[in-house]
């Protein structure tokens, strides 16, 4: 009952439900994961973070829980103890909440973070970080560790102390300026905008499969956007459903081979327009402005009813209006557009974020 209400936005009756359900059954890690994104989902941090903790009892993550004999850190200062932090869960959650790892090392911690190795080339470029390694490669020695998405409640995030100064990752200068030749040589006029219509599909699971299907959309649902004037759109879709040969995308990701190439190319784009994926936090992260087309049960992270986001100052997002309503989505970034093309002439800069 509580995922149902949840999936249509009810989110205060979805809480009452997982409440009730762990008042029959206290030990019950669904129930307190459910309920902890649906606190965070209202901005209750506070909560949110503690409940959150359940998710490594859940059968989703159960078996992805890292078993150390050292000590988990919860934020304690701990002068010149080496801190191990190993990301978890896909790209986006660890391009999110990897901005905690140099807070970490600030406490006087020597940090050793651990994450995909996609990312690796990207994340080595966090200040204050002693080593980046890949998941996979053999561990040095430690003192304590920590979950990466663990360290908001490490640090007693609320929703007013987000740590949000972008940018916070960069793209490495010599391949952004080659960027710069490669792009200027293809598109040296109007706005460059990138485009991410889908998400993985993430095969191995059918819930996360069933969540996938709700934020990506076909590339066919765009074809409004690329009937406007004085735009050149570049695909940054690495997989998933191809676009029509007819569209006027220009795609170039077959010379992209890590997050690293694509921060440099995305450093390069004057907007990033995407689906709910990895590329949107990349480009928020990198500064970049982010119009994000989110599905109607929005994941937790962008809250209820925002259209910008605490996590991100530059990013803007795009609601639909019920489930699968992806035509309203682009119908009003279709306005937005039109009067980004109109003042980039003049300003080079989007129209001023909404807020509410």
């Known amino acids: 009952m509580g995922v149902t209400l949840g999936q249509q936005g009810c989110l205060a009756e979805a809480i009452?439900?997982?409440?009730?359900?762990?008042?029959?059954?206290?030990?019950?890690?669904?129930?307190?994961?459910?309920?902890?994104?649906?606190?965070?989902?209202?901005?209750?941090?506070?909560?949110?973070?503690?409940?959150?903790?359940?998710?490594?009892?859940?059968?989703?993550?159960?078996?992805?829980?890292?078993k150390f004999s050292q000590p988990q850190w919860h934020g304690e200062r701990a002068d010149g103890q080496t801190l191990l932090i190993h990301a978890e869960q896909g790209f986006g959650d660890t391009l999110q909440f990897c901005r905690y790892a140099p807070l970490a090392a600030a406490r006087g911690l020597r940090v050793i973070l651990e994450v995909q190795?996609?990312?690796?080339?990207?994340?080595?470029?966090?200040?204050?970080?002693?080593?980046?390694?890949?998941?996979?490669?053999?561990?040095?020695?430690?003192?304590?560790?920590?979950?990466?998405l663990s360290l908001p409640r490490a640090f007693g995030t609320r929703l007013e102390s987000i740590p949000n100064e972008v940018p916070y990752l960069h793209a490495e200068a010599v391949a952004a300026a080659h960027w710069r030749t490669r792009l200027d040589q293809i598109a040296n006029q109007g706005p460059k905008i990138g485009i991410v219509w889908a998400g993985r599909p993430y095969n191995h699971s059918s819930s996360l499969m069933a969540i996938d299907r709700r934020r990506s959309m076909s590339p066919e649902f765009l074809a409004p956007l690329f009937e406007i004037s004085g735009l050149k759109f570049f695909s940054l879709q690495k997989s998933g459903p191809g676009a029509s040969g007819a569209f006027p995308l220009i795609d170039l990701m077959k010379e992209v081979d890590d997050f690293a190439d694509t921060a440099a190319?995305?450093?390069?784009?004057?907007?990033?327009?995407?689906?709910?994926?990895?590329?949107?936090?990349?480009?928020?992260?990198?500064?970049?402005?982010?119009?994000?087309?989110?599905?109607?049960?929005?994941?937790?992270?962008?809250?209820?009813?925002?259209?910008?986001?605490?996590?991100?100052?530059?990013?803007?997002?795009y609601r639909q209006s019920q489930p699968g309503a992806w035509g309203s989505v682009i119908n009003e970034i279709g306005c937005d557009l039109r009067n980004f093309v109109t003042s980039h002439g003049s300003s080079k800069t989007a129209p001023p974020l909404h807020r509410l």
């Open 16 to 66: 009452a439900c997982y409440r009730r359900a762990l008042d029959l059954t206290p030990d019950l890690p669904d129930g307190h994961n459910n309920l902890a994104m649906a606190l965070l989902a209202q901005g209750n941090m506070e909560m949110g973070w503690e409940e959150y903790e359940w998710r490594w009892k859940t059968r989703h993550l159960l078996s992805e829980q890292r």
């Open 117 to 148: 190795k996609p990312l690796l080339r990207l994340l080595r470029g966090l200040p204050g970080i002693d080593l980046v390694i890949a998941h996979g490669d053999q561990l040095p020695p430690f003192d304590l560790h920590s979950p990466l």
């Open 265 to 317: 190319l995305v450093t390069n784009l004057d907007l990033v327009i995407s689906v709910d994926t990895a590329v949107a936090h990349l480009a928020a992260a990198l500064g970049k402005q982010v119009w994000l087309m989110n599905r109607f049960d929005s994941c937790w992270r962008w809250l209820e009813e925002r259209r910008d986001s605490p996590w991100y100052p530059t990013l803007r997002l």
